[in-house]
């Protein structure tokens, strides 16, 4: 089975995202003191970064996003439709072309199921699986939560405050550092959150990136990017709008197929690519 470059970059693109979402945090030290956050005066307290996080709640929806993904020289741009229920599971789907769907990547909470559309095949992989192949912890409140821009497991990490933004150092289970960047805008709410390796030899760091909506209520995710320098891939989500469904709307969404699909390992779907 072979595929053409645009749609390797879809199943990279995948796998690179639920990479990604495959880092943890641990307690280094005991948490420092919050200072002032900019020159403006604005205050942040302990509660502050975790009041941001957990207040970015998402009903159950349809997201749209314009997908940029990039390996070496080569571009692909491709509309992905995200079906959200934060208890019952999340439905991705890649549309290269309008009416076209190539691949679609079902989030459920006991596994992570990637269907080949254009060749009728799936891999079911659990937690378990996932975690043992990216060497970290990795489950569904994780991968939810990364997708939506609303990273919880952050909320009770180690963090300063200095000068507009929130800096946390983060560890892998194999001891590889992150750090996270938190910058707060004028109105004293979070406007991004970076979070990349710290360890750059021969530029092989991983590194993502979420945008909020400035100036609203609530922190909205509006954009997500995640990039391997060394490997020189990257893709970009961006969220244009999104619309609540109804409990049946969602359900059919997000149910996987039962027949129709052969069943793949994921040594088979890493062989094609």
């Keep these: 089975m072979r595929h053409s470059l645009p749609y390797t970059l879809l199943l990279i693109s995948s796998l690179l995202l639920l990479l990604a979402c495959g880092t943890r945090t641990t307690h280094s030290s005991s948490p420092k003191a919050p200072t002032v956050a900019d020159e403006g005066g604005c205050a942040l307290g302990d509660s502050w970064l975790s009041d941001q996080i957990l207040q970015i709640s998402h ?11 990039s390996l070496g020289n080569s571009q692909l741009s491709t ?14 789907s890649a549309r290269p072309l309008p009416f076209i769907e190539a691949l679609r990547i079902y989030v459920l909470p006991d596994h ?16 378990s699986e996932l975690s043992e192949q990216l060497a970290a912890e990795v489950s569904y409140t994780l991968l939810r939560d990364l997708l939506l ?6 909320a009770d990490s180690e963090y300063s405050v200095e000068k507009g933004s929130l800096e946390v150092s983060l560890h892998s289970p194999k001891g590889k550092p992150w750090v996270a960047n938190y910058l707060v805008n004028a109105q004293c709410q979070l406007g991004a959150i970076r979070i990349a390796s710290t360890d750059q030899s021969q530029k092989g760091y991983l590194q993502g990136r979420y945008s909020y909506q400035s100036g609203s209520s609530k922190a909205i995710a509006t954009q997500l990017l995640v990039s391997t320098p060394r490997k020189r891939l990257s893709m970009q989500l961006k969220y244009s709008k999104s619309k609540v469904l109804s409990p049946a709307q969602l359900r059919e969404r997000i149910t996987e197929p039962r027949d129709g699909y052969k069943t793949m390992t994921l040594d088979e779907l890493l062989r094609l690519l």
């Excluded at 509309?79 to 991705?92: A, K, N, P, T, Y």
């Design 79 to 92: 509309r992905i439709d995200l079906f959200v229920d934060q208890s019952e599971g999340m439905m991705i």
């Design 112 to 127: 992570v199921a990637l269907y080949d559309m254009m060749h009728d095949a799936k891999v079911t992989i659990t937690y």
């Design 149 to 154: 821009g609303q990273p919880t497991y952050l």
């Design 59 to 69: 009903t159950p929806e349809h997201r749209i996003a314009n997908a940029e993904l």
